[in-house]
């Protein structure tokens, strides 16, 4: 009974996620930058492909995710919407499993795998030499994504205010990404090796490339990415099931 | 998409959509597999010349030199441009650079004089270097190069011009025919109709 009460609200909550027109003119937006961005320049190995497709892709996702995940999500709380979610008769930890399922984790899917599955079919000469590296690359770019998710509805779950949580949200993905070319940039100036390596793990999709491309890379910098992560993610798991009020 | 109740076919439309438009420019501004640049050097400007291709992509690059008493090459991983930053160290100075880059073979020509003790410059990069080919006059230096990888010539002028061209052929690339990518999208298109027609019927 509980799988088909949760089942209902995963449906429910991604109908609101992924209504239309909204996610449709993104979907397509997205689509036919990532055909376009796949033959601008020649890329010629998979992972170049997805670095070249992806690193685009993965900044209108981040958009998408900070104005659903963020200051949508308190959109539900203040029109109460949420209480009603938390009537049903599944605990508050599987209610908050299916938010970030429905908020984060699927439209990510969506918006980051159909423009792989576009540049792929674009580019199939080129990704079909090696289809594994090209999907460990899209992969980097998912987790990525939901590292970003992750800050966006811990937000909007502890402010409730859709301002704040939007502000918020964006302030804290330009942040990160500023902070990581701030470093790299230093890095470069004064020649500070661990600057730079910093700065290149801060970038899940950075790490991977030098990995599949040969570049040694140490072990501490695969690790950054999915930390912060699952970090953020218990954090909002635990705030919701135990202190989230609606 | 309001048109579709489902979400499956709303993201066929999508892709379908792409796959047209993309087609479209590919042919029309997508990439092109071959560049090539020529220049004319002075060669009193410096007693040495470095001139490098640096692609984005895997493919075969080729410099030819006229004018030149020597010529050495080697293949680099990285960018050779923050290899001149270090040459500094050795006293080497880069004076009169020329580059130029095009954009959609996704490849950097740059050629730059090295001023400082020529003896030093031949040593800085020894043992790593090879000897160019010579053909008639000119010294002529082809190799394959993987993405994230250029080559360099070092050369030592003997006359006052020194005639350098630079040619680049992309290998390994390839994507979707015009027609193909327009029949593809039509087809997926009426798939997500029918798709869409037929998963709203067993509702």
């Known amino acids: ?246 | 998409m309001f048109w579709f109740k489902k979400l499956l076919p709303r993201i066929i439309f999508g892709i379908a959509i792409a796959l047209i438009i993309a087609s479209v420019f590919a042919t029309q501004y997508g990439v092109k597999t071959y560049s090539s640049w020529s220049i004319g050097y002075n060669g009193k400007s410096a007693p040495a010349i470095l001139a490098a291709i640096v692609p984005t992509g895997s493919g075969i690059a080729k410099i030819n030199i006229t004018g030149v008493s020597q010529a050495l090459y080697m293949n680099l991983t990285g960018n050779p441009l923050t290899l001149l930053g270090e040459a500094g160290g050795l006293g080497l100075k880069t004076v009169n650079t020329i580059s130029h880059d095009d954009f959609q073979t996704g490849v950097y020509f740059v050629v730059t004089g090295l001023q400082g003790n020529p003896i030093t410059a031949e040593q800085a990069f020894q043992g790593l270097v090879k000897n160019a080919q010579k053909i008639g006059n000119s010294f002529i230096v082809k190799k394959s190069v993987n993405p994230e990888e250029s080559i360099v010539v070092l050369a030592f002028p003997n006359s006052s011009t020194v005639l350098i061209n630079e040619n680049f052929k992309v290998t390994g690339y390839g994507h979707i025919s015009l027609v193909f990518g327009i029949e593809l999208g039509i087809a997926l298109i009426v798939f997500a109709i029918l798709l869409d027609v037929i998963m709203r019927r067993s509702h």
């Open chain 1, 1 to 246: 009974m509980a799988a088909k009460r949760s089942w209902e609200l995963i449906l429910i909550d991604l109908w609101d996620s992924l209504r239309p027109p909204s996610f449709d003119i993104m979907l397509i937006l997205v689509a036919t930058l990532s055909g376009i961005l796949s033959v601008l320049e020649p890329v010629t190995t998979p992972p170049a492909v997805a670095n070249a497709v992806l690193g685009a892709v993965l900044f209108v996702t981040s958009l998408y995710l900070a104005l659903r995940a963020s200051s949508d999500l308190v959109n539900l709380v203040q029109t109460g919407v949420m209480p009603l979610y938390l009537t049903y008769p599944i605990s508050r930890r599987v209610t908050s499993l299916i938010i970030y399922l429905t908020r984060v984790f699927l439209p990510s899917l969506i918006l980051l795998g159909i423009p792989a599955i576009v540049s792929g079919i674009m580019l199939y000469p080129v990704v079909g030499k090696n289809i594994g590296e090209f999907l460990i690359m899209w992969i980097a770019y998912l987790i990525q994504a939901q590292l970003y998710g992750s800050i966006f509805i811990l937000a909007s779950n502890k402010t409730k205010s859709t301002g704040t949580s939007a502000v918020i949200s964006i302030t804290g993905y330009f942040g990160y990404t500023a902070t990581s070319v701030i470093l790299a940039l230093i890095g470069s100036i004064d020649n500070i090796g661990i600057l730079n390596k910093i700065a290149n793990s801060m970038g899940f999709y950075n790490v991977l490339y030098d990995m599949l491309t040969g570049i040694s890379t140490p072990l501490w910098e695969i690790l950054v990415v999915p930390i912060i992560f699952l970090a953020l993610f218990i954090t909002y798991i635990i705030y919701f099931t135990r202190r989230f009020e609606p």
